[in-house]
């Protein structure tokens, strides 16, 4: 099966440790599994106001609610959760920078994100409502532009989900709202994943970035300034 191949653990998509991302690796013992609420209401309240902390409280009450929920269902509530609440912007509008990657709590307080804030969130949520973080990978892909003949690519992060380590996962996009498995998205094709334990990184025959380590350096920072918000 083609997207087997391209998502799953099988002969192109491997989890590889790399050179680059060795020092990422060593630093992500951060896994988001706790969560100071007073902290980040008390952040939330001085920086953004009452309407965030209000935000945040209620995202707090879905997570608790998420608990007990199956994985299926857990999915659905963490992807309308910030689908439906936050609205998509690039970097420059949202952050003056060419690429930030916010933390929950900023992308809570701004209101707004680009595709790596939605994603990061939607991990957050989930890894907090007690998800296994090896069933889950921030991916970076190359998202198809403009149809199935259109030779156009643009970069874009989505968030996967693996109910088994070689599956085909399910795929939580900001921009094609409902949840598809990887084998209905052919517009995307992945070029690595990661989470708070590992990197996968894929077979593309063109990386759609010249420096992943760069990219991994965004990642340790915002797990740095979570932890710093009360993510833990």
């Not at 945040?56 to 609610?65: C, G, L, S």
Request: with cysteine; glycine share 8%.
């Amino acid at each position: 099966m083609r997207m087997f191949n391209r998502w799953g653990q099988g002969h192109i998509f491997f989890r590889q440790i790399c050179a680059a991302a060795a020092a990422f690796l060593f630093f992500a013992t951060l896994v988001w599994g706790q969560l100071d609420l007073d902290r980040m209401r008390a952040l939330a309240l001085q920086r953004y106001g009452q309407d965030t902390a209000s935000l945040v409280d209620e995202w707090y009450a879905t997570i608790e609610t998420m608990r007990s929920q199956p994985d299926e269902l857990k999915l659905d509530t963490a992807n309308k959760f910030f689908n439906q609440r936050i609205r998509w912007v690039q970097d420059p509008e949202a952050w003056g920078q060419k690429d930030y990657w916010a933390t929950p709590l900023e992308t809570m307080g701004k209101g707004m994100g680009d595709c790596e804030d939605f994603a990061i969130a939607k991990y957050a949520m989930l890894v907090l409502a007690g998800m296994d973080i090896n069933k889950l990978r921030i991916t970076y892909v190359k998202a198809q532009i403009g149809g199935p003949d259109s030779t156009i690519h643009a970069a874009h992060m989505v968030l996967a989900y693996y109910p088994e380590p070689s599956a085909v996962p399910d795929i939580l996009d900001n921009l094609i709202t409902d949840i598809y498995p990887a084998s209905k998205r052919t517009d995307l094709t992945p070029v690595y994943g990661f989470n708070s334990r590992g990197l996968w990184v894929g077979g593309a025959a063109t990386p759609a970035t010249n420096n992943p380590g760069a990219k991994l350096s965004r990642w340790r920072d915002v797990l740095q300034r979570a932890a710093n918000e009360g993510l833990g």
